[in-house]
């Protein structure tokens, strides 16, 4: 998953902050890792991990406000488009594309 190029729609739009939309990549990142430790069974278990995910997307909206920049409607899609990848990376192909990210506050 490493070589996946996560969040590339923001990284390509300058109204991103390189800097912060790092973050949010490897928040990506650890999500895949744990899933690959925890091997999560079944989807509530896979949605409790995309749930603690999305709450450092919650977080990381501070360092984007601070930037100039925020989590609005091209990031939202984005960032939910590669939780939906990733999902269906390690198997979870039936995942609720909005139950993967239904902590957000973005």
């Known amino acids: 998953m490493?070589?996946?190029?996560?969040?590339?729609?923001?990284y390509a739009d300058p109204y991103f902050p390189d800097h912060v939309v790092d973050?949010?990549?490897?928040?990506l990142l650890r999500l895949c890792g744990?899933?690959?430790a925890e091997r999560p069974s079944d989807l509530a278990a896979l949605y409790a991990l995309t749930e603690a995910a999305t709450e450092e997307?919650?977080?990381?909206e501070a360092d984007f406000e601070a930037a100039g920049s925020e989590i609005e409607t091209v990031?939202?899609?984005?960032i939910a488009g590669d939780f939906r990848f990733v999902a269906s990376a390690y198997g979870f192909t039936d995942a609720d594309a909005e139950k993967l990210v239904a902590a957000r506050d973005w």
Do not use: V, W
């Open 34 to 36: 744990r899933i690959e």
């Open 75 to 78: 990031a939202r899609e984005e």
């Open 57 to 60: 997307f919650n977080l990381l």
């Open 2 to 10: 490493t070589g996946h190029d996560f969040l590339h729609g923001m």
């Open 23 to 27: 973050k949010g990549r490897a928040i």
